[in-house]
């Protein structure tokens, strides 16, 4: 039964890196294409303005838009973690690590205020996702590879 499960994944993984870079978009959110975009959406600009309630709108928007995009990037992470479902040195599964590990940081930051440290946690962890991906696709051929060879010398 574990080897079929093991198959199972090692057949979804291997259609997975034949499309690697549009399934690897479709994991994770379309967000900005740079670190620039990300940090001009981001960062507080001082602006003259002597009404009140357009700063107090504007910071609104920026907030919320900050918000989603820390919303997102936690589901993605989310996300990426039901892949990993193999057991740590203590038995306990990966993904369930990393789920853990993600609430922590999330709540670590919780109360960060300065929208360029909250930008490059942001920037840092959807960089982070996306290697991590990266490295298990990346295994996951080298896994397919090794089983095909050993199946060929059979």
């Given at each position: 039964?574990?080897?079929?499960?093991?198959?199972?994944?090692?057949?979804?993984?291997?259609?997975?890196?034949?499309k690697?870079?549009?399934?690897?978009?479709?994991?994770?959110?379309?967000?900005?294409?740079?670190?620039?975009?990300?940090?001009?959406?981001h960062?507080?600009?001082?602006?003259?303005?002597?009404?009140?309630?357009?700063d107090?709108?504007?910071?609104r928007?920026?907030?919320?838009?900050?918000?989603?995009e820390?919303?997102s990037?936690?589901?993605?992470i989310?996300?990426?973690?039901?892949?990993?479902?193999?057991?740590?040195?203590?038995?306990?599964?990966?993904?369930?690590?990393l789920r853990?590990?993600?609430?922590?940081?999330?709540?670590?930051?919780?109360?960060e205020k300065?929208?360029?440290?909250?930008?490059?946690?942001?920037?840092g962890g959807?960089?982070?996702?996306?290697?991590?991906i990266?490295?298990?696709?990346?295994?996951?051929?080298?896994?397919?590879?090794?089983?095909r060879?050993?199946?060929?010398?059979?």
């Open positions: 039964m574990k080897v079929g499960k093991c198959r199972n994944l090692a057949k979804f993984l291997n259609r997975m890196t034949r690697n870079i549009e399934l690897q978009r479709r994991f994770l959110h379309e967000g900005p294409d740079t670190v620039e975009e990300l940090l001009e959406r960062i507080v600009k001082k602006e003259k303005s002597n009404d009140d309630e357009e107090e709108i504007s910071t928007r920026r907030l919320t838009s900050t918000r989603r820390a919303l990037l936690y589901r993605d989310l996300r990426a973690t039901r892949f990993f479902m193999w057991p740590d040195s203590r038995g306990v599964l990966w993904c369930d690590v853990e590990n993600a609430r922590k940081e999330f709540e670590d930051a919780r109360f300065d929208p360029e440290i909250i930008s490059r946690l942001i920037i959807r960089d982070a996702v996306q290697s991590a990266d490295k298990l696709v990346e295994k996951q051929k080298e896994q397919v590879e090794k089983e060879r050993d199946r060929d010398r059979r």
